[in-house]
């Protein structure tokens, strides 16, 4: 038997992190197949399975990084696992300035903090956000870009920016940070996780079945529990 036959290599988006060790450990528990988690940036992860990383399942917080392996995706497993929404946060220990997406335009926010909006997702959503709100020219000189959505939550948790935007999934596991709001689903930019079995890999079918777990009632409600709205 083949020393990685039963592993399963998922690359996935940093966003997706508690919830998907969860995940994988009710799947190891149901299949007996081990699953590894490779968590980064979704830009990052794309890059490595087009240099060729051996991955079974790729899992990324946007389309655009999806549509970047779509010759590494094996014919029709590509489905769109989850939505998300973006929130504004603030350090625990700020009075109540902001409570609205205006107010990060208070001189008395001085760093926001996104994800880098030229390549991680969930700074081009935030990009996209503040844009559709007419904010983003306003805002832009207070922009930290940051190399994750989880790098914009540090930056809020340790003090070294006023505010960040950030997944409302990023919430749970946020020590030092608070949300102010919360983007209702139709207000923000359509927040997609899509998922598929990649090619290069060395267990294809246990990408397979790891991708149909996620999809099951058991996955959907640890993922409805951690913020995420599963597609049906």
Do not use: C
Request: charged share 20%.
């Amino acid at each position: 038997v083949d020393a990685h036959a039963g592993e399963v290599v998922v690359s996935a988006a940093v966003s997706l992190t508690e919830t998907l060790q969860q995940v994988a450990r009710a799947h190891e528990a149901a299949s007996g197949e081990r699953v590894t988690l490779n968590l980064g940036a979704s830009n990052a992860l794309a890059r490595q399975i087009v240099s060729g990383a051996r991955v079974d399942l790729f899992i990324s917080a946007d389309e655009a990084q999806m549509d970047r392996v779509r010759a590494e995706i094996v014919d029709g497993t590509r489905v769109d696992l989850l939505l998300n929404q973006l929130a504004i946060v603030v350090p625990d220990d700020r009075s109540g300035r902001v409570a609205s997406p205006r107010d990060l335009a208070d001189p008395a926010v001085r760093r926001i903090a996104i994800g880098d909006p030229a390549a991680v997702p969930a700074g081009v959503y935030a990009r996209m956000y503040l844009e559709r709100l007419g904010l983003w020219s306003v805002l832009r000189p207070k922009i930290v870009p940051s190399g994750s959505v989880r790098l914009a939550l540090t930056a809020v948790e340790r003090g070294a920016a006023d505010a960040a935007i950030v997944y409302r999934t990023d919430l749970v596991s946020a020590r030092g940070a608070r949300a102010v709001l919360v983007v209702p689903l139709g207000e923000g930019p359509r927040i997609v996780y899509p998922a598929a079995v990649i090619r290069s890999g060395a267990n294809v079918d246990g990408g397979r079945r790891f991708l149909a777990f996620l999809r099951t009632a058991t996955a959907a409600a640890i993922f409805a529990q951690a913020g995420f709205t599963p597609v049906p």
